[in-house]
């Protein structure tokens, strides 16, 4: 049974840090991308997007899908996505589908935050 997405966007130091808690899929990641206009960018003029999947426990092509759409559309705002917390297997699935063009993988969500 599909766990219902739990979105949350906070400002956090220099940088916006996006939660999600729950599975990405078809339906979750079309309530991720109605969730904020990504299209015009951040909130409050930033330039870094923090996207913690800690919390996240399944990812399916749907949802990679939507990911993609939403950093395509950041990128085009010359917005940096940084990840952390993300499964291995998701992880190299990110590589496989080309989604680390838009977004880099961290160990944590320290070294996410303050990379230079």
Sequence with gaps: MEEELIIS???????????????????????????????????????????????????????????????????EKQVSIRTFGLEYHYEKMFQIVGLTKFLKNYPSEWAAIEDW
């Design 9 to 75: 966007l906070n400002d956090h130091k220099n940088v916006c840090l996006l939660q999600l808690t729950g599975d990405l899929t078809k339906t979750s990641g079309e309530k991720l991308l109605k969730y904020y206009d990504w299209e015009n960018g951040l909130p409050n003029d930033k330039n870094i997007l923090v996207v913690d999947f800690t919390k996240v426990n399944y990812i399916n092509s749907a949802g990679i899908a939507y990911l993609f759409r939403m950093s395509k559309l950041l990128h």
